[in-house]
């Protein structure tokens, strides 16, 4: 079921309701497997996408919010609020790379990264702390991006740089309030935001060491939101290297040809296993 404004939630607040999870890019690779995995875990999952298009099933609300747009995601917590209805849950999983080397940039593209990627997670997180009980959980689904620089993504590496650190003030902020705030670091995934940003010159670090299934991600959030933790690195062995790398940027060049080498080799070995495929 898609609700447009204006919209009613009265039923997420009865005493029997189930508690709520609310979850942005709900019908992108990751989000849809995600939101399977909430609704197993017995929660009420408001879906959010651009067309409000995630697959009909019972306990998931699909939502029509266009991020780049705050007034509609404005309008969805005013009807929440209004309705009394509590968000336990808020995972931000929505996101967007459009691979395009500066100097040669579109400006359009620079703000639709930043406002999806960056600003949207920030106005969401406002809007829902308001909604959000002792015990609430905050996942953001960042990227290992937001430790290395890729090259001809600097927009997508800015957001995520940007993302990290919303996200580590914010589990400052709100730790006294009970609430929990955790990000992954996913290398690459293969959904389709990878095949996107492969068609236009992604970068070959994606391929340095093979791409985890989407579910290997929600599988991750979900635990997130069981245990939190600050922060968690897929493959986790990247996430120590990286961030070891983050620490010395002479050294990051020194071995970026190393890794580029093997991205390469990886991407040739992806190719190969999807054309087999047919994809
Ligand atoms: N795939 C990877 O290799 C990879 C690696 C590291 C991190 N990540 C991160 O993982 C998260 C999920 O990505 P994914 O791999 O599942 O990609 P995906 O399949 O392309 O899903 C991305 C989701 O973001 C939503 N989105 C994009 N622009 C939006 C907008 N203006 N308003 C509202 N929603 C918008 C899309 O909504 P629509 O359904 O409306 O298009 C889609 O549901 C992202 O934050 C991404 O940065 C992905």
């Not at 730790?175 to 010159?201: C, K, Q, W, Y």
Request: positive net charge; hydrophobic residues 45%.
């Amino acid at each position: 079921m898609v609700l447009f404004a204006p919209m009613s939630f009265s039923f997420l607040s009865s005493a029997n309701a189930r508690p709520v999870a609310l979850l942005t890019g709900a019908a992108g690779g990751i989000g849809t497997c995600l939101t399977s995995r909430l609704v197993a875990a017995g929660y009420h999952v408001l879906a959010l996408s651009r067309k409000g298009d995630t697959p009909a099933q019972a306990h998931v609300s699909a939502l029509a919010c266009d991020l780049t747009h705050p007034a509609q995601s404005e309008a969805i917590f005013t009807a929440l609020k209004a309705d009394g209805v509590s968000i336990r849950v808020l995972v931000h999983c929505a996101g967007v790379i459009t691979p395009q080397r500066m100097g040669a940039c579109d400006t359009a593209y620079v703000s639709t990264q930043l406002a999806v990627n960056l600003e949207a997670p920030i106005f969401l997180t406002m809007q829902a702390l308001a909604l959000m009980p002792r015990g609430g959980r905050i996942v953001f689904v960042n990227s290992m991006a937001a430790l290395v620089p890729l090259e001809g993504s600097s927009i997508y590496t800015a957001s995520k740089f940007g993302l990290r650190g919303f996200a580590l003030s914010l589990a400052q902020d709100v730790r006294s309030r009970g609430i929990s705030v955790s990000s992954v670091f996913p290398g690459a995934v293969d959904t389709p935001m990878l095949h996107r940003e492969m068609e236009n010159g992604g970068s070959v670090l994606n391929f340095v060491t093979p791409p985890a299934t989407a579910d290997d991600i929600a599988q991750i959030v979900e635990k997130l939101i069981k245990r939190p933790r600050l922060e968690v690195f897929c493959p986790s062995a990247d996430g120590v290297l990286a961030q070891f790398m983050l620490m010395m940027p002479r050294v990051w060049r020194l071995i970026l040809p190393i890794l580029l080498k093997k991205g390469l080799k990886g991407k040739k070995k992806y190719l190969d296993k999807k054309s087999k495929c047919g994809f």
